[in-house]
Structure formats: C-alpha cells, structure tokens
C-alpha cells in the first residue's frame, strides 16, 4: 500500500483494513472495556502488519440516515509504539524538564547527487518559525549550515526539532537510512550513537521516515524508531513519499493545534502530538489528499500520567505463525506488566 495506489483501490484496501482487522479490536474496545471515544490508543503491529497503515482504517460506508459510519481517527487518537516492552520501560523515562528550545533544520538543496531540490523547505521553515511560541529559543539551520555535524549539533542541543529534508530509508542496512544534508548523509547509526539529554519532540517533514526493514520488520528499525530510541519522547514520521507543496498545509494546522493554548503563556508540551497530528489531519481534508493526510504517523511512548487516573488503553498486535492468527492484545493500565 502506498501512494502511487489509485484512490479507489486505496478505499477498498482501507476499508479491509477495518473490516478485517481494526473493527474486531474497535468492539472491544467499546464493548468490553468501556473505552470512550476519543481516547488514546497505542498500536504496536509487527511482521506484515509493520507495513499497513492501521490508523488510517476507515469504512467509507454511509449509515441508513447518511451519516457517514466513523473511522477509526474519528473514534480514537492512535499512536504507534515500537514494542510493547516499551510502553512498561516509559514508566522510568521521566526526564527532568529544561528549558524548551525550538530547532528547524532544512535542507532544500541537497550537493549533487543527492536528490532533487526541495522548493517549499524554506518557507515551511519559516511557517514553522512563526508558529513556535515566543517562550522557546527559536533556531534555524539551513542551506550551507545544514550539514551533517550542524544537524548532529542542533539535535543535541535543542529539546524540540523540526526537520524538512529528503530521507531515504535503507531495506537491506536500516542502519544507513538517513537525511539528506548538504555535505554527507545524517545517518540513523550517527543519531543512535550520540547522547542526546533533553530530547523531547521531532516533525520527521522527510520521505520513508517511519517505514521499517522489510526482511525484519518486527525489529521496527527506522529514521523515527531510531530519534525515539536516541531519548525523543514523541516523534511524528511519515510512511512514503511527502509531496512537500501539500505538507506545508499539515505542517500548519499541526503546530497550531500544538500551541494553540500558548499565546498568553503556558508550556510546551510535546504529549499533545497525537491528539494535534489527528486534529490536522481532519482541518485539511479539502485541501490535502488522502494519500497525503494518511502518511504522517505519531510514534510515542506514553508518559508516566497516562499509565494513571486516565482510561487510555493500548491496543498490539502480535502475529502467531504456527497458526497463521492475528491475535490482538488489549492491555489497559497495570494488565500490561502481567502480559509481558
């Protein structure tokens, strides 16, 4: 499944997708475990499932009234987690809050060879710049200064990033997938390698972001697994190519749904992603295609509070070859430790 799929196979295939698989889990969790609309869900695919866009599971059928039949988006707020021992390891993840700074890194026009130039990564930067609060320390590094060591530097440094960027993602060396810079590739294996302290946020604005290895897919291996295992909290990537003249419009509606409280003041606050990546997908259905609204993905481990008090659920999946079953796990609150 991709973008290059004809807008109605890709309904058809979507609709399988929620017929199929995400419905059976959805009657649980409406039936059985209570779970109210609009509440977070973490899915956690593996094996083939690794490759199919569950959040964007949709009936395109219309009820016996014409309202159209909900999809999953319009039920709950879905994020990805890498695997399932995460969601317990996040219980020790507090980190010490720091002052917020705000980094945009883009690189539009790539050294020869390396891809095509990006026309809209300077004014997404620049719309990006005018939406972060005036409360961060804002910075920018483009053109000749996004090089491998500056985007490296900028990464340490700063608590949020935002990156617009040509990225490749490696099938046979996960390892070497990367950004494209102005001097040399900015490598998954340069990011996992560095300390990173205060990482809290990234807008992966790049190509093949969120996509795995497909020999190994359950080893989840990709450019946003990878800035989440180097300390990001919270990262939003995309699954295949990003038209980058249509982005700008998610981009948009995603940081103001972000920041949308801040102007009188306030903290930024990057558990907010999944609920804004799914509010801006909504805002620019007149104006974004499908194909293009369904590619960004929220990959997140859940912070200490959502384990407690609040009725959030987290939904995997786990693929059983010896009887060829997709069997789904619903986990809520202290039932995770006991299943993994």
């Not at 046979?172 to 302290?197: A, C, G, W």
Request: some cysteine; proline content about 6%.
């Amino acid at each position: 499944m991709g973008p290059k799929q004809p807008r109605n196979d890709l309904m058809v295939l979507l609709r399988t997708v929620w017929d199929e698989i995400m419905l059976p889990v959805v009657n649980v969790l409406q039936q059985s475990l209570k779970l109210k609309s609009h509440s977070r869900i973490w899915l956690c695919p593996t094996a083939a499932f690794t490759s199919i866009p569950l959040h964007a599971a949709h009936p395109f059928r219309t009820n016996a009234d014409r309202s159209k039949e909900p999809c999953l988006e319009d039920l709950y707020i879905c994020s990805y987690t890498p695997t399932l021992s995460a969601l317990v390891r996040s219980r020790q993840m507090m980190k010490k809050r720091v002052a917020p700074s705000f980094v945009t890194i883009g690189q539009g026009k790539p050294g020869a060879g390396k891809g095509k130039a990006l026309l809209a990564v300077d004014s997404e930067l620049e719309l990006v710049g005018k939406l972060v609060p005036a409360t961060a320390n804002r910075n920018t590094i483009s053109g000749d200064a996004a090089t491998r060591a500056g985007a490296l530097e900028a990464l340490q440094q700063n608590t949020w990033v935002h990156l617009a960027c040509h990225g490749k993602q490696d099938p046979k060396q996960p390892y070497n997938s990367h950004f494209v810079m102005r001097d040399e590739h900015l490598t998954l294996l340069d990011i996992m390698e560095k300390d990173i302290p205060h990482a809290e946020f990234a807008f992966l604005s790049a190509c093949h972001t969120a996509v795995g290895d497909e020999e190994t897919p359950d080893e989840v291996i990709h450019l946003a697994a990878g800035l989440q295992f180097s300390g990001f909290k919270s990262v939003v990537g995309t699954l295949w190519q990003v038209d980058d003249a249509v982005a700008k419009h998610v981009v948009q509606a995603f940081y103001k749904n972000m920041f949308e409280d801040l102007e009188g003041g306030g903290v930024m606050d990057c558990t907010k992603a999944a609920w804004a990546l799914n509010r801006a997908t909504h805002a620019v259905k007149t104006e974004v295609p499908l194909e293009q609204r369904m590619v960004f993905v929220h990959i997140a481990y859940p912070e200490q509070r959502e384990y407690w008090g609040l009725p959030y659920c987290r939904t995997g999946f786990k693929f059983l070859p010896w009887c060829q079953l997709l069997a789904p796990i619903i986990v809520q609150n202290e039932q995770l430790s006991s299943i993994w």
